[in-house]
């Protein structure tokens, strides 16, 4: 974003644009050492007796919180499992570079609160998801660093968030001098002439910026021209964009984020999976959803070592909350403060297990430093992580800390 | 057609367009006819007075139609007539207006063909709708000027903040006759046209589509769902129409689905169109319904209407028997979608009610934590003060909702849970004798509550700014921030406390936001650090705003030319940032280059179909070039350049940039130079590309004119636009798709 304030300052002119639109363009695209940051949220609150942290029963089961026994339990490398299929499947082919966080107290059984808190590491509103941060911390980011298709995608006016529900009118939107033709002379303005119509609508912006004098406006008419300097972003993607795409949304997502970071729009994804809301009938609905979700993040990180991008994933997958340890009268679970994290990527060091939670899901304390269990511990919150993950992603500037300041400490989680 | 307007240009010696941007100095209003004088003197005795009343009025055949009269003998009645023919004017399908397709029976016309195409009638409507469209004939007397806030702001004058609402209001933009009554009388005159504006059926459809962001209810349009929300066990003829003959079935789902997703609108939109007190959005003890949302619940009788029966889209109030009405609140589309569980128990229901219509966010209580594992309570949302700071506000008004179900069907008798509070609202539980009837009562309570004032204006200040009002919960402790705060409170609180002495009218709450510094300020003139954090906010228009300003001020709509949907509400809008009413109900407020590219592809694609259309047409029917033709070059063929060439094509640019963008400049200003140098600019390099074989002088296939857009039908050879042997429609394209993409144009 360092060429907003590069243009300012140099109070563009007219005649200096030609060049400066090729530098910028030159820039404004996420480099290949980059990572792509991938927040999948489980949307509704997920169990985690259901899934890392599993909690099978022993005997008759009349006191259970799930519905496997604890012999069924599956052990996966470092990790005891839940016994569904998608999740061993995932957990089987990343078990190295997975680190697992049990015990997680999200200090909230409300979904808003409790999704602002998984993913911004605060209870409040208005501060921005993880996500958001590490896009609007992108070197070069382009206006369409920040890909969101649903969950916590708060940027706290750090940057625009880029919507592509579908991936259909993206070969459409990439040729916008052309009307739904690959044909490169059927643009409706002749490409002699598109530079200076490019000319003309950045030097008019300019005029405009100076003139106005309602910062709020002034604003506005700078993100215009930020996003008006940037690369055709869609014709960036288009090339990259897959020849056929998956039956279900979440798959579908995925391929037009990876292909989005491939193209170099995009730094940071927010996706989100839904069905864990299950205050009733939760043995039956609870699997389906944990399914669909592992299914989903297994097609993530197959597709993108396909694409050669899978070290530069960091992926991070959580929850609203966790669910009770106990079963509600209609055969539901409903929300319990106390969940997990799971992470992998750049950096961590996986095939570990933080954290643990005794039978009926309450926590273990842990020494800070450690990171063992100690009866003079903590509690991990999602502060202590986000404030890891900021520190991780080189996001932990005092100006990030004194705006969006979280109260816990960074923790040796990552390695 | 245009003998009349020529006949008075010429007997007032003077040319037709917009002024030069100096009124004072040099008026041109050359061709100014008032359009109450056109229709006193001509329209009515000839045409509307003599053939249109006698079925248009209010005990007439016509008086379910949009178009109703009023017989001179009542007073005001050609105010009110001048207002319903203007608007009528505006209105506009497939490039031709209402107002003539109509009485041609071009569209279906209850009364059938009562004027002949290319007829004496005929002309007299088109002469009117030029002048309804021409807001530059008639610039009138008097300075328009910006004013001062008093709080270091300066305001859009009268005539710009005009335009402003106009567009965001009623999605159109002003009349001729609308913008020359407010440049003449300023401030007062202003006020009258808005309250006329909200008295139109385009600011009654506007508010549907605006009040859906509050509502979401819409959520229930897409793949007939409306349809599939409604209890069958309380309603079982939802599904009438599957009785009905096959070919017509689906026809009525559709239209089922569309009145039972629309009921909780059409509700809003009926008080708003009828003058009510906004309160009744709560209160109202009927419901409105259509013919087929009285299918839908069994109220219906008599046979079932054709699906095009205009007469069956009509709402009306009806009582449901034995269900007790509270507005908005007891619609099964407002139900369905903040929906009940057992184990939420009405919560989420609770949640909305108090955050839409009492200003206040439970959830902002829920930022403290919470241990679920360290609770010594049995039942901690009762007894636990970490859960009962939200749920001792929330479980009684959840428990108000005890007789609706999931699905919105009424249940009287329902038992509420005994281990929750008791059912009530601000301290006092339901009486006993109001069990069966919950949310009347919490309704009658909630309207006497200031706070529902305080949501009333919140609501219409986000509607019109696009910024949500700042809040204790969003703030920092930035002291601007809180200054900013404070100085917004008050201002809501003194408009909330005369929304309430003003029987709760939201209309006046709508003429104060769009007067205030929120709506219309436009510079800074030494305002505080605090006031303008939050002022001056342009906001990126929404794809439906966008969608209606393009035909606006183009004439045209940006649609699929096969299908004819349009790309930004049917194609393109989430993407633009619009919303779904389901998943995604957040407008996006900043552009990226996804936005970029879906401005920049509406721009050209836009300049591509509009430019050779309106250039094709005879003069003084075009929106865009009533002054500049094609054979006009800024450099002629021997490199001269014109001195009457160049005035008239920099009077075009003049009058592209107050219809496009809302910018009265003078043909000098800079801003006309730079649009003249890109023309001249794109001009000659085309044509140096066309001489030299590097371009071809066809215009590319989409811009060709060879069939009418609207019509389909072929085009007479000599009619036909295809040539651009000297590049000038592609330079005057570029210079259209120039402004197209402008921050005036894409933002308000």
Known sequence: MDRRRFLKGLGVTALALPTLLKQTRAHALVSGDETLVVTLHADGGWDPAFLCDPKGYVGDGSDRITDFHEDDIVSVGAFDLAPNRALMDFFSDYSRELLVINGVDNQSNSHLAGVRNQWSGKLNHGHPSIGALAAAHTRNAPTTAFMSFGGYDNTAGLLPITRLPSPGFVSELAHPYRRHTPDPDSDLVPSSIQERLQMAQAARLERQIAAATLPNQRRAMQQLLDARLGDNEMALLAPFLPSQFEATPLKQQIQIALAAFQAGITSSVSLTSGGFDTHKAHDTKHPVALTNLFEGALFLMQQAEKMGLADRILLLIGSDFGRTPWYNEHDGKDHYSITSMMMMGPGIDGGRVIGSTDDSLVPDLLDPDTLEPSDDGIRITPAHIHATLREHLGVDTPEVAGTWPLQGDALSLMA | ????????????????????????????????????????????????????????????????????????????????????????????????????????????????????????????????????????????????????????????????????????????????????????????????????????????????????????????????????????????????????????????????????????????????????????????????????????????????????????????????????????????????????????????????????????????????????????????????????????????????????????????????????????????????????????????????????????????????????????????????????????????????????????????????????????????????????????????????????????????????????????????????????SNTITERLSEPSGVTESIALSMATDMACRAVPIDLHKSTDDRVLFPYATMADAPILRDGTRDEQTEAAIRRNLQWLFLRLLGEDLPVDDPEIDAAYALLEDAWTTGRLAVNSGDATSILPGPCQLREDWWTGEPLPDDQMVIRDDDFAIRAWMTVVTYLLTDYRFLYE
């Open chain 2, 1 to 580: 057609m245009r003998s009349w307007l020529l006949a008075i240009s010429v007997l007032m010696g003077c040319t037709p367009g917009p002024h030069n941007g100096d009124l004072a100095q040099n008026p041109d209003k050359g061709s100014c006819v008032d359009p109450m004088d056109y229709l006193q003197d001509r329209l009515w005795p000839e045409l509307v007075g003599t053939t249109c009343l006698a079925c248009h009025n209010q005990e007439g055949s016509a008086r379910h139609s949009q178009f109703v009269l009023q017989p001179t003998s009542v007073p005001g009645a050609m105010e009110a007539n001048l207002q319903i023919l203007s608007t009528l004017a505006q209105k506009e399908q497939d490039g031709s207006s209402w107002l003539l397709l109509k009485p041609t029976n071009t569209v279906p016309h209850g009364g059938g063909q009562m004027v002949a195409p290319g007829s004496a009638e005929a002309e007299l409507l088109q002469e009117f709708i030029t002048l309804a469209n021409r807001p530059d004939l008639c610039q009138g007397e008097g300075e328009d000027e910006a004013t001062d806030s008093g709080l270091g702001l300066t305001l859009a004058s009268p005539v710009s903040t005009l335009r402003k609402a106009s567009l965001v209001l009623a999605g159109r933009l002003p009349t001729s006759m609308e913008e020359s009554r407010v440049r003449a009388g300023g401030e007062d005159v202003l006020i009258q046209v808005l309250w006329e504006m909200m008295s139109g059926e385009a600011f009654a459809d506007r508010m549907v589509l605006l009040l859906n962001d509050v509502f979401l209810t819409d959520r229930y349009l897409e793949n007939n769902l409306g349809v599939f929300i409604v209890d069958q066990g309380r309603y079982p003829s939802a599904f009438w129409y599957e009785q009905t003959d096959p070919s017509d079935k689906w026809t009525y789902q559709t239209l089922t689905a569309e009145a039972i997703a629309r009921e909780p609108l059409m509700l809003a939109q009926h008080i708003l169109r009828e003058d009510r007190p906004w309160s009744e959005i709560l209160t109202a003890d009927y419901m409105l319904a259509n013919t087929w949302l009285k299918l839908a619940y069994g109220v219906h009788d008599g046979p079932i209407p054709a699906p095009d029966d205009p007469a069956a889209q009509v709402w009306e109030e009806i009582d449901l028997p034995d269900y007790p009405h509270a507005g908005v609140l007891t619609t099964v589309a407002f139900l369905n979608r903040y929906p009940n569980t057992d184990t939420n128990r009405n919560r989420h229901r609770s949640w909305y009610f108090y955050k839409t219509f009492l200003d206040t966010d439970i959830m902002t209580f829920a930022d403290r934590p919470v241990d679920s594992t360290d609770t010594p309570f049995d039942n901690p949302t009762l007894n636990d003060p970490n859960c009962n700071v939200c749920h001792t506000t929330m479980d009684p008004v959840a428990g108000l909702f005890q007789n609706w179900n999931t699905l919105g069907a009424y249940r009287p008798d329902a038992a509420w849970y005994d281990d929750m509070l008791v059912p009530g609202f601000g301290g006092v539980d339901l009486p006993d004798a109001a069990q069966d009837e919950a949310l009347p009562w919490l309704a009658a309570r909630t309207v006497e509550d200031p706070r529902f004032d305080v949501a009333s204006v919140k609501m219409v200040m986000k509607l019109l700014t696009g910024q949500e009002p700042l809040s204790q919960a969003t703030v920092t402790d930035d002291p601007v921030m809180q200054k900013a705060l404070a100085e917004q409170d008050a201002w809501i609180a003194d408009i909330a406390a005369e929304f309430r002495e003003r029987n709760h009218d939201l209309k006046w709450v709508i003429e104060q936001v769009v007067l205030s510094h929120w709506f219309r300020a436009i510079a800074d003139d030494g305002a505080s650090e605090a006031t303008l954090e939050r002022t001056g906010a342009a906001i990126m228009l929404s794809p439906e705003m966008l969608h209606d300003k393009i035909s606006a001020t183009l004439g045209m709509p940006w649609v699929n030319e096969a299908s004819r949907q349009g790309y930004l509400t049917e194609f393109y809008g989430l993407m633009y940032g619009g919303i779904d």
